[in-house]
């Protein structure tokens, strides 16, 4: 029989692209989602990927009783957790809400995975972790240093908790440390929707492209990197999904070495916002209205990441390109005029 897999946040940008690579994959998907940052119609674009319409419960998990009546309905084989606030600067005007949310609901999981002996549990971490690190690319060895944000925050502490409950519980667990997800999957059916104006960069410049957007502000060029733009690494989403299959699956089969680890899961390449605009106008064949503007606050100079570990342990690596990650960012926008 098919193992079935908790997706929570499972309609969102990284969430549904993982319930396609699952459901490709073999396994069964349930889905739980609050529809806060997305929508239904979601759920059937899945389906009509994947030809299979995944279970879904509108829940919201701050909600402790919708959590236990949850797991009371359905027998889970593991859970990758996406659902969670992400906006950094709105996470330091509602620090509660931003804690209650990401981290209230990862708990009342991982109670119920106690309770019920559950096991394998991945988590959706962030390269914020490092902040700026000294040493680039970043490796899992570089140290975790004091968060910029409260959304950066709720993501340190998220996994200090997966890392002490599973010491304390045996609950199998890996956080992925995802570096810039970009793109959308190569059918266009899926991909990301920001509400209002969007603060990623490919977004932005998808929107300023189709013209939604009067010009892209490029934050600083007066960074030590070789073109004065600040440097990221910009993982393909599709590639970014499958990372978690390959995470699952590790779990699954017990290869982990560790029963709480952590990867860092980007290209190991790293772009600046200039080759990044250049990318997207070769890529797209469109020209792109832009204007230096003074740094970001909070922004880092760069941070791009040694996949070394990743490819080894996981079995996993990127497939996709910028370029690719650009092009299909670009059809999706066009698809929703
Ligand atoms: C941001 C978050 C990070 C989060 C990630 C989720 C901050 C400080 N960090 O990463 O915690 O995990 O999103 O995707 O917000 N840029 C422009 N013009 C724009 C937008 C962005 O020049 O209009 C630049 C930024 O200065 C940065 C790069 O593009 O150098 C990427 O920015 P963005 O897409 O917002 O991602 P991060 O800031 O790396």
Redesign the pocket.
């Given at each position: 029989m098919a193992k079935q897999i908790l997706v929570t946040g499972g309609l969102g940008f990284i969430g549904s692209h993982t319930v396609v690579e699952l459901q490709n994959a073999g396994f069964d998907v349930v889905v739980i989602d609050d529809l806060s940052n997305t929508t239904l119609k979601v759920l059937d674009q899945i389906a009509e990927i994947t030809g299979k319409k995944p279970s879904f419960e509108q829940i919201d998990l701050r909600i402790k009783q919708d959590v236990k009546n949850f797991f009371d309905k359905y027998q889970v084989d593991g859970i990758i957790h996406f659902a969670a606030f992400?906006?950094?600067?709105e996470s330091m005007h509602k620090p509660l809400d931003y804690y209650e949310n990401n981290l209230g609901a990862l708990v009342y999981l991982l109670q119920e995975m106690r309770d019920r002996k559950l096991d394998n549990f991945i988590f959706s971490s962030?390269?914020?972790v490092y902040g700026q690190a000294d040493e680039l690319p970043i490796t899992e060895k570089a140290p975790v240093k004091k968060a910029?944000?409260v959304?950066?925050n709720t993501?340190q502490i998220g996994e200090e908790i997966i890392q002490d409950a599973s010491k304390a519980h045996g609950i199998n667990a890996i956080a992925l440390r995802?570096?810039?997800?970009?793109g959308a999957h190569p059918s266009t059916k899926i991909g990301e929707l920001p509400l209002g104006v969007?603060?990623?960069?490919?977004?932005?410049?998808t929107q300023t492209a189709a013209g939604i957007r009067e010009e892209?502000?490029?934050?600083?060029d007066d960074?030590p990197t070789p073109d004065g733009?600040?440097?990221?690494d910009?993982i393909h989403v599709v590639d970014l999904a499958k990372a978690h299959i390959a995470a699952l699956n590790r779990l699954i089969e017990k290869k982990n070495k560790e029963s709480y680890e952590f990867f860092n899961v980007g290209t190991g390449k790293g772009s600046?916002?200039l080759e990044?605009i250049n990318a997207f106008e070769t890529a797209n064949d469109v020209k792109l209205k832009?204007k230096i503007?003074d740094?970001?606050?909070?922004?880092?100079t760069a941070?791009y990441a040694d996949t070394t570990i990743a490819n080894k342990e996981l079995a996993w690596k990127t497939e996709l390109g910028l370029q690719e990650a650009l092009k299909s960012a670009w059809e999706w926008q066009l698809k929703q005029k």
């Open positions: 992400k906006a950094v600067g962030s390269c914020t910029e944000s959304y950066g993501k995802y570096f810039n997800p970009v969007p603060q990623n960069l490919i977004p932005f410049i892209l502000s490029v934050f600083g960074y733009t600040a440097v990221r910009y600046s916002v990044v832009y503007v740094r970001r606050a909070g922004d880092i941070a």
